[in-house]
Nanobody
Framework: QVRVVESGGGLVQPGGSLRLSCAVS???????????MSWYRQPPGKPRELVAA???????TYTDSVKGRFTISRDNAKNTLFPQMNVLKPEDTAVYHC????????WGQGTPVTVSS
C-alpha cells in the first residue's frame, strides 16, 4: 500500500523557518521519480489548498502567497519531498500534506505548523 508520511512541523515565531519532510513508501524509486508531487496545506477551519508542486524533472510552481518564501525539492533516491518554508507568517499556520499531483495517494495525517509569537 502506498503511504505518505509528513514530518518536521512545529511551533515557530513569525519570520522563522521550517524544513518539512514527506516520505512516500510502498512505491519503487523508479515510479516515484516519474511522478509530479504536490504540497498542500489546510488552515484551521478552511479547505485544503495547493501550496506548491514539483515535476519529475524538478520544475516547481508555487501559489502566489508563498512565492519567494517557500521552496520544494525532492530526493528520488529516498522517495522523499522536502518543503522548505522561510519568513513564516501567522497566516501560514496550517496542517501540511504531500501527495502526488494530481492527488492519487490516501491523505496522510500531515504535519502541523503553527506560526505565532
Amino acid at each position: 500500500q502506498v503511504r505518505v508520511v509528513e514530518s518536521g512541523g512545529g511551533l515557530v515565531q513569525p519570520g522563522g523557518s521550517l524544513r518539512l519532510s514527506c516520505a512516500v513508501s510502498g512505491v519503487s524509486g523508479s515510479i516515484f521519480s516519474i511522478k509530479s508531487m504536490s504540497w498542500y496545506r489546510q488552515p484551521p477551519g478552511k479547505p485544503r489548498e495547493l501550496v506548491a508542486a514539483i515535476t519529475s524533472g524538478g520544475t516547481t510552481t508555487y501559489t502566489d502567497s508563498v512565492k519567494g518564501r517557500f521552496t520544494i525539492s525532492r530526493d528520488n533516491a529516498k522517495n522523499t519531498l522536502f518543503p522548505q518554508m522561510n519568513v513564516l507568517k501567522p497566516e501560514d499556520t496550517a496542517v501540511y500534506h504531500c501527495n502526488t499531483e494530481p492527488p492519487q495517494i490516501n491523505w496522510g495525517q500531515g504535519t502541523p505548523v503553527t506560526v505565532s509569537s
